[in-house]
């Protein structure tokens, strides 16, 4: 769980529709989540939590370029911060990794969505995976990083639940085995 730093907060509260009231009502409650407009300061992918959680992990793991990811914990979802326009370039770069994408939602302009607030704790239904520390600079590789890793997540999860539903005991893996082929050496 993260905290914004101020500049979070600055960048962030810009997109509110009154962003000096948005930044007070933090100021007054740093759990209290808000909603703000996508599509001007910033878009949002949004997938399964369980996705997102993996697409998290793999992002960071693998050093790559995300902005801030939030996750509604009633809802099972996870956002990712895109800049603003970039539905086109997204899509793109999904159709080059698969010709069937995974489940997402693109938020954009008309979209909107719940925040965390400043600090929020643990039982609060939304947190930051990666709060915003300062308003991201563009870059044209981050759309491009969540194309691949929202497909390469899902595939991977994908061949989980295969095995799990191939191999659910360890006696199922055990009889799937080839029978021994003896040869004769003599």
Known sequence: MQRMTRSGMEWLSAAADDPAECRQVWADDPRRPCALSTGRFFDVLSVDQRLGLEMFDRLRRNGMLFGPAVVDRRAQRVGFFLGSQGREVFTYYLERETSSPPSYRYLDHGCAIIVPGAIPLSEDRYQWLRAPTRRPEANPRRPVALATVLVASAELLARMDRFDEEY???????????????????
């Open 168 to 186: 659910p005991t360890p006696y199922s893996a055990v009889v799937a085995l080839p029978e021994e082929t003896t040869t004769d050496a003599g």
